[in-house]
């Protein structure tokens, strides 16, 4: 190894460390980040991005699509119950009622809708994680293996994680899952992998309608920043104070 390599590995080492002294292991999440973009200078600048998902109600067909891709993208367990997206479709009954289903997360179709002549309306809604600029799953994590990147993207270090499940718990979205082979926590990442890359998520790539629009919060000339001024934008538990970056528009009051 060079003696820049070893120079480098001693910083890193002494600033863990530090982190470790200072009772702060949500701090370690910052320092592995560091180390990781710092790899490669001028590459990517996680600093100059802060990073959210518009999704319009109205124009998801519930193709499942993006669930698909996802799981081929980053290889979540094609057994049902493990993803990272999934399509739920709502039925609101003129008695009421409201019916939601998600048969295998959306892969398998939706079976035809019963008692049609009582049905006031349907609709599909897209769900993962919601990368929340305030997340439970950080503050309740006892290793600091959840963490936010500096461009708002909540993740977990795979090397950390010891399958507490306390984040599964804390998550109000249903988000995240135990990963059957790895035995750590997971969930969407937003596909970082391709984001450092200069690429949208898999999920925003394939979908055929448009319906989910990726890009900056912050900055006025994206297509996420127009999406949110021009359309009257819900979050999902908001009284929840989680201030998630998942924006969704066209939502019925039903959803949660």
Aim: with cysteine.
């Amino acid at each position: 190894m060079s003696d820049a390599g070893m120079d480098r590995r001693a910083f890193v080492g002494d600033l863990v460390a530090a982190c470790l002294a200072a009772g702060g292991p949500v701090l370690l999440g910052v320092v592995r980040m560091a180390e990781a973009q710092g790899t490669d200078p001028g590459a990517y600048d996680a600093s100059e991005h802060y990073y959210g998902i518009g999704i319009d109600v109205a124009k998801c067909i519930g193709c499942a699509r993006c669930v698909a891709a996802c799981k081929i993208e980053n290889d979540v367990p094609l057994e049902p119950t493990y993803f990272n997206t999934w399509i739920e479709r709502y039925v609101l009954r003129t008695n009421g009622d409201v019916e939601v289903e998600s048969p295998n997360g959306g892969l398998d179709g939706f079976p035809p809708i019963r008692r049609e002549g009582e049905v006031l309306r349907t609709f599909f809604v897209p769900k993962l994680c919601n990368h929340c600029a305030n997340p439970p799953c950080v503050q309740v994590c006892p290793v600091g293996a959840t963490f936010i990147t500096r461009d708002g993207v909540v993740l977990v270090d795979d090397s950390y994680c010891i399958g507490c499940r306390y984040c599964i718990q804390a998550c109000p979205y249903g988000a995240r899952y135990m990963h059957p082979e790895k035995h750590v926590a997971d969930k969407c990442t937003f596909c970082y992998h391709r984001l450092v890359k200069g690429l949208v998520p898999a999920c925003v790539e394939v979908c055929p309608t448009n319906a989910r629009v990726f890009g900056e919060v912050e900055k006025r000339v994206t297509p996420l920043a127009r999406f949110l001024r021009f359309n009257d934008i819900q979050v999902l538990k908001p009284n929840l104070n989680t201030q998630p970056k998942a924006y969704y528009a066209n939502l019925d009051g039903e959803v949660r």
